[in-house]
């Protein structure tokens, strides 16, 4: 099989459509926690934007890479997958983003989409740096996702910030 990149259908289309359309049903906007005791607040907050797709159907993957001109590609853990992904706050921001909001979401995860954002806007503030401002990003980012695993609860990210703060 030939690249896809190149091929006269996908000159033919919107890319940008398309890709909002993939996303819609495969992609995944979340805000995750992991413990960091060098941090002030003790906790690191990591964006990301990712899409998988098993390995033999992957190219969607990669025309993605190549429109948004950013991210990493990385192997599925458990299984035969490729995922997309983009975790740099300024590429989130000026690129990911930006693309969203020109060609947004058509299901209930345009809501994520907005959430995303202004978590992502609170941390090109520093806010993820405070107590205070993880404690409003905090409810943003758990409310994304319902249905999705986390390791932290909110409770529990609130009380080990409390202990490494020592407040």
Not at 41 to 62: I, Y
Not at 118 to 124: A, D, I, P, R, T
Request: aromatic share 10%; hydrophobic share 35%.
């Amino acid at each position: 099989m030939g690249t896809i990149h190149n091929t006269p259908a996908l000159k033919q289309r919107n890319v940008s459509e398309y890709i909002s359309g993939f996303v819609d049903g495969e992609g995944c906007f979340s805000i995750s926690f992991t413990k960091r005791s060098r941090f002030i607040v003790g906790w690191e907050t990591k964006p990301s934007f990712s899409v998988s797709q098993n390995r033999d159907r992957a190219q969607q993957l990669f025309i993605m890479q190549k429109h948004f001109g950013c991210g990493f590609m990385r192997d599925g853990k458990t299984d035969d997958t490729i995922k997309y992904e983009v975790r740099r706050l300024s590429d989130l921001l000026e690129k990911i983003i930006p693309h969203f909001e020109q060609y947004p979401l058509l299901s209930a995860k345009q809501r994520d989409v907005e959430s995303f954002k202004k978590v992502c806007m609170l941390m090109k503030n520093n806010q993820h740096t405070t107590a205070s401002g993880l404690q409003s990003i905090l409810p943003i980012a758990f409310s994304m996702n319902s249905g999705g695993k986390r390791k932290y609860s909110q409770k529990n990210i609130l009380a080990f910030m409390k202990v490494q703060m020592k407040v």
